[in-house]
């Protein structure tokens, strides 16, 4: 395959569904931005801040109709809050009907990369998702917050293994007796933390 930007050659990128050119670094995907699996649609507002893989600014967007995240429309990766993507994972699993995926190999090489964090611009932590599936993520323990890749949520939801109910919350109602209010707020936090620090801006 060729790249439409300069005539190179694209490279693909495994289980991602993503192709990235050798020569320019630009993105090819295999889906559009609202397929099924993980579906983004733009807001259309810019965040403030770029992304920390290939240095686009960042686009307010809505992740499976619901959650706020700030997506690079290049790599479309996304920033989102590390506690909502919790939230996200057991809802999408436990809702999940379609087949799981074949269960693949941890590849070492992701786990070398290095990313900044959008909002305090220090290095975010590189580890393995620490549940089903064999996706590497990249957080920022000061800001709370999480950078995913592109399908990297879709892979993680269709993973084999143990799914909750439909109707179970992924917070103890012992712990936490209104988890529906906590999970909304939640996913206004992440833009607000990368807009904060960018701006100096307080909601």
Same mark, same amino acid.
């Given at each position: 395959?060729?790249?439409?930007?300069?005539?190179?050659?694209?490279?693909?990128?495994?289980?991602?569904?993503?192709?990235?050119?050798?020569?320019?670094r630009h993105y090819?995907?295999?889906?559009?931005?609202?397929? +099924?699996?993980? !579906?983004? =649609? %733009?807001?259309?507002?810019?965040v403030g801040v770029r992304c920390p893989k290939c240095d686009v600014e960042l686009q307010f967007a809505i992740l499976h109709d619901r959650w706020r995240v700030c997506l690079c429309t290049n790599c479309r990766g996304y920033v989102i809050d590390s506690g909502c993507l919790g939230v996200i994972v057991h809802e999408l699993r436990a809702s999940y009907r379609?087949?799981?995926?074949?269960?693949? +190999?941890?590849? !070492?090489? =992701? %786990?070398?990369?290095?990313?900044s964090c959008p909002a305090c611009e220090q290095p975010m932590e590189t580890h393995p998702y620490y549940g089903l599936g064999t996706a590497v993520i990249n957080s920022c323990s000061h800001c709370t917050v999480t950078w995913m890749d592109h399908r990297e949520l879709a892979s993680i939801i269709r993973a084999p293994g143990f799914r909750h109910g439909p109707n179970s919350s992924p917070i103890p109602v012992?712990?936490? !007796?209104?988890?529906?209010?906590i999970q909304d707020e939640s996913s206004e936090l992440a833009g607000r933390l990368i807009v904060q620090a960018a701006t100096g801006f307080f909601f």
């Open positions: 395959m060729q790249c439409d930007q300069c005539n190179g050659d694209l490279i693909a990128i495994p289980n991602r569904d993503t192709f990235l050119c050798s020569d320019c090819a995907f295999a889906t559009d931005l609202d397929d +099924p699996s993980e !579906p983004i =649609e %733009l807001t259309g507002d810019p379609g087949d799981d995926a074949k269960p693949i +190999p941890l590849n !070492p090489a =992701e %786990l070398e990369e290095q990313r012992k712990l936490n !007796p209104r988890p529906k209010e």
